[in-house]
């Protein structure tokens, strides 16, 4: 768990689990935002499958296992998407649907290069490597953005799994300081993916998993 100071007790629940399980960590980080608090995590996690998720549980964790059905067997990074056939939204204000279609609107107009809707990366799977977590520097809301550019510019599989969401009173997201927020960072991550600053690496693709 990667915890950028949360003021309830999920940083002192997980630890008491940490505690007589060693593959648990909590990973104490200084408030700097979702995005350097999720690549924090992503680049000290351990194992060839990493998973992101709220610690509020938005997404019921049963669910876990659409995404464990198509890794890696038919792609490299699985995101939930809250849109399309077989997701599910439940207790959604429409200010809060209204905003994230516009987003994902903006999104799918070339800031990722991806079709659809990435709401939110869930799952990674190549070799134990985060995905291009390594290459992104947004701190803020945008960073699964950015991830994505980088990883679809190093030809990494992407793919969208329908889920069941839940809305979380407690979130964070504040719709008009943080809408302006992620509409500058789009501008970033336009600006990158024009410059090519998320070309494949030198030594190439990463190797294709196992069939």
């Known amino acids: 768990m990667a915890d950028d100071g949360s003021t309830d007790d999920t940083a002192a629940i997980v630890g008491a ?10 990973l104490r980080l200084p408030h700097r935002g979702k995005g350097a608090t999720l690549r924090d995590g992503l680049l000290a996690a351990a194992g060839t499958r990493r998973f992101l998720c709220d610690a509020d549980l938005s997404m019921p964790p049963a669910q876990i296992g659409r995404f464990l059905a198509v890794l890696p067997s038919q792609c490299d990074i699985a995101i939930g ?17 209204l905003l994230g279609r516009v ?17 939110r990366l869930q799952a990674v799977h190549r070799g134990g490597r985060p995905g291009g977590a390594a290459d992104t520097a947004i701190d803020g809301w945008s960073f699964d953005v950015e991830l994505l550019a980088s990883a679809r510019a190093q030809g990494w ?9 839940h809305y979380g009173q407690a979130s964070r997201l504040r719709v008009l300081p943080h809408s302006f927020e992620m509409l500058r960072d789009l501008f970033r991550i ?8 998320f070309g494949r690496p030198a030594s190439g693709p990463p190797p294709k998993p196992p069939a």
Do not use: M
Request: hydrophobic content about 35%; cysteine-free; glycine content about 12%.
């Open 17 to 26: 689990t940490a505690a007589r399980e060693p593959r648990v960590r909590v």
């Open 81 to 97: 998407s809250r849109e399309g056939a077989g997701a599910v939204r439940v207790g959604e204000p429409l200010h809060r649907h």
């Open 103 to 119: 987003f994902n609107t903006l999104v799918g107009d070339g800031a990722a290069r991806h079709p659809g809707h990435p709401v």
């Open 157 to 165: 599989r992407i793919r969208e799994v329908p889920i069941e969401w």
């Open 190 to 197: 336009r600006a990158k993916i024009r410059r090519g600053a």
